[in-house]
């Protein structure tokens, strides 16, 4: 089957930029594929829904695309929930320090931690790098609190108006600091995603539990109703675990979702599900990741990469969770990511230091042609899943001449799920390495 119509449902992680940030990194990285791949793409400015209804919470965008024999039309959703982490961020900074590290020894204390340590020592390691950066902000604020005591004892003040002083000073230094650094140590940012997914696996957040059920409903519509041959959810970071609950929910509402009209995949990439899913108390978020392992009529892919410390690697998104969904178990498939094979050799060592950077790579244009490309995934004629069993042949598809590119339709139009000869040098998905 191929391609020519696809509806693509994005998912965005807790990214308080919202929508014209991310449209204009969307559009900027289109060019650069376009360039890349020598594609003639066209995108169309965002809107809201017809009927409004989503207006504040959804945006949509339609791309064109086309190649050497070949052409596509995406329906691109853009799901929004900047409005609720801004709410979150303009929390006073005491309330965020508070909270925040009250969680973090609660991690500590439960087993929780110890569990993120064991799967995935990069990411424990970040999510304990702002209450680091903390406790050296606060050993420098009371450097300086207890120098300033040391001179009003100096100048003849003692007891009690030297310990205010010394105190007072020691808030409005650390308050600078923090203010003032945030740009570069995004401490409060991540501490709010902290509280937030906190909250959520605790079912203490149901404004994004509401918005998610309403998301849900909007992708039963779109399946009901659009002529794209392929819907694919992406979930992207924390849009990983809102991504699964919204396939999940609209499960429920309709159980027959993948089995009428467009085939649905959902894709999550640079997840990290366990920041939710360890929590003892997230047993329904578990009971849905186990009904998607067992769904014959969705499909799921993870994609996942050594290099980001944001995501878990290697980690199966089921049987890590301790999941046994028993013989019946088809999704997902896990896909490991080389960046180091999309991003020129030139630029790969700045690179993968900058580890937000990295994180986005998931969703950013490639700098070298590779069967893993974001916007291939969305603009290219292959479906997806054709696209992780045969991933040699979806590369020549682009890149061959026009030979190779015959061979590719053909190898990618044989209907089994088997893989080609010529793909048997590809990676091996993580999948089948964990069992």
Same mark, same amino acid.
Request: with cysteine; hydrophobic share 45%.
């Given at each position: 089957?191929?391609?020519?119509?696809r509806?693509? /449902?994005y998912?965005?992680?807790?990214?308080?930029r919202? %929508?014209?940030q991310?449209y204009r990194?969307?559009? =900027?990285? *289109? &060019?650069?594929?376009g360039?890349?791949?020598?594609?003639?793409?066209?995108?169309s400015?965002?809107?809201?829904p017809?009927?409004?209804?989503?207006?504040a919470?959804?945006?949509?965008?339609?791309?064109e695309?086309?190649g050497?024999?070949w052409?596509?039309r995406?329906?691109?959703d853009f799901l929004?929930?900047?409005?609720?982490i801004q709410r979150?961020l303009?929390?006073?900074i005491?309330?965020?320090l508070?909270?925040?590290?009250?969680i973090?020894?609660?991690?500590?204390?439960?087993?929780?931690?110890?569990?993120f340590w064991s799967?995935?020592?990069r990411?424990?390691?970040?999510?304990?790098y702002?209450?680091?950066?903390?406790?050296?902000?606060?050993?420098w604020?009371?450097?300086?609190?207890?120098?300033f005591?040391f001179?009003?004892?100096w100048?003849? /003040?003692?007891g009690?108006?030297?310990?205010?002083?010394? %105190?007072a000073v020691?808030?409005a230094v650390?308050g =600078?600091? *923090? &203010?003032t650094?945030?740009?570069?140590?995004?401490l409060?940012?991540?501490?709010?995603?902290?509280?937030?997914t906190?909250?959520?696996?605790h079912?203490?957040?149901?404004d994004?539990?509401?918005r998610?059920?309403?998301?849900?409903?909007?992708l039963?519509?779109?399946?009901r109703?659009?002529?794209a041959q392929?819907?694919?959810l992406?979930?992207?970071?924390?849009?990983?675990?809102?991504?699964?609950?919204?396939?999940?929910?609209?499960?429920?509402?309709?159980?027959?979702?993948?089995?009428?009209g467009?085939?649905?995949v959902?894709?999550?990439?640079?997840?990290?599900?366990p920041?939710v899913?360890?929590?003892?108390?997230?047993?329904?978020f578990?009971?849905?990741?186990?009904?998607l392992?067992?769904?014959?009529?969705?499909?799921?892919?993870?994609?996942?990469?050594?290099?980001?410390?944001?995501?878990?690697?290697?980690?199966?998104?089921?049987?890590?969770?301790?999941i046994?969904?028993?013989?019946?178990?088809?999704?997902?498939?896990i896909?490991p990511?080389?960046f180091?094979e999309?991003?020129?050799a030139?630029?790969y060592?700045?690179f993968?230091?900058?580890?937000?950077?990295?994180?986005f790579?998931?969703?950013m244009?490639?700098e070298?042609?590779?069967?893993?490309?974001?916007?291939?995934?969305?603009c290219?004629?292959?479906?997806?899943?054709?696209?992780f069993t045969?991933?040699?042949?979806?590369?020549?598809?682009?890149?061959?001449?026009?030979?190779?590119?015959?061979?590719?339709?053909q190898?990618?139009?044989?209907?089994?799920q088997s893989l080609?000869?010529?793909d048997?040098?590809?990676?091996e998905?993580?999948a089948?390495?964990?069992?």
């Amino acid at each position: 089957m191929r391609i020519q119509h696809r509806h693509v /449902i994005y998912v965005q992680g807790y990214d308080p930029r919202g %929508l014209s940030q991310y449209y204009r990194m969307f559009r =900027t990285e *289109l &060019r650069k594929f376009g360039r890349l791949y020598d594609l003639a793409t066209t995108v169309s400015r965002p809107k809201g829904p017809p009927d409004g209804e989503f207006s504040a919470e959804s945006a949509s965008w339609s791309i064109e695309t086309s190649g050497q024999g070949w052409q596509t039309r995406t329906d691109y959703d853009f799901l929004r929930w900047e409005d609720l982490i801004q709410r979150d961020l303009a929390w006073p900074i005491w309330r965020t320090l508070a909270y925040a590290i009250a969680i973090y020894w609660r991690l500590v204390f439960s087993g929780t931690m110890g569990r993120f340590w064991s799967a995935h020592w990069r990411f424990a390691t970040f999510i304990s790098y702002p209450h680091v950066l903390l406790l050296n902000e606060a050993i420098w604020s009371a450097a300086i609190a207890w120098v300033f005591g040391f001179g009003l004892q100096w100048l003849g /003040i003692h007891g009690f108006l030297v310990g205010a002083g010394a %105190l007072a000073v020691f808030v409005a230094v650390l308050g =600078t600091l *923090l &203010r003032t650094t945030e740009h570069l140590s995004y401490l409060l940012y991540l501490m709010s995603d902290t509280i937030f997914t906190w909250q959520f696996s605790h079912g203490q957040r149901p404004d994004w539990d509401a918005r998610i059920d309403r998301f849900a409903q909007r992708l039963v519509e779109v399946a009901r109703t659009s002529e794209a041959q392929e819907i694919v959810l992406v979930g992207h970071s924390s849009g990983s675990f809102l991504g699964s609950e919204i396939v999940a929910r609209a499960l429920k509402l309709d159980p027959e979702l993948g089995r009428h009209g467009p085939r649905v995949v959902l894709l999550t990439l640079g997840g990290n599900m366990p920041i939710v899913g360890f929590h003892k108390a997230a047993t329904g978020f578990r009971d849905n990741l186990r009904r998607l392992a067992v769904e014959p009529s969705i499909d799921w892919i993870d994609c996942q990469s050594r290099k980001d410390v944001m995501n878990f690697f290697p980690f199966d998104p089921v049987a890590g969770h301790g999941i046994d969904a028993g013989p019946q178990k088809r999704n997902p498939t896990i896909v490991p990511v080389r960046f180091r094979e999309i991003i020129r050799a030139e630029h790969y060592n700045r690179f993968r230091w900058k580890f937000f950077r990295v994180h986005f790579q998931f969703v950013m244009a490639n700098e070298r042609p590779h069967s893993y490309d974001f916007y291939m995934i969305v603009c290219g004629p292959v479906p997806l899943k054709e696209r992780f069993t045969k991933p040699t042949a979806a590369l020549a598809l682009v890149t061959g001449d026009p030979i190779s590119r015959q061979n590719a339709w053909q190898r990618l139009d044989l209907g089994t799920q088997s893989l080609h000869p010529a793909d048997a040098g590809a990676p091996e998905p993580v999948a089948r390495r964990l069992g």
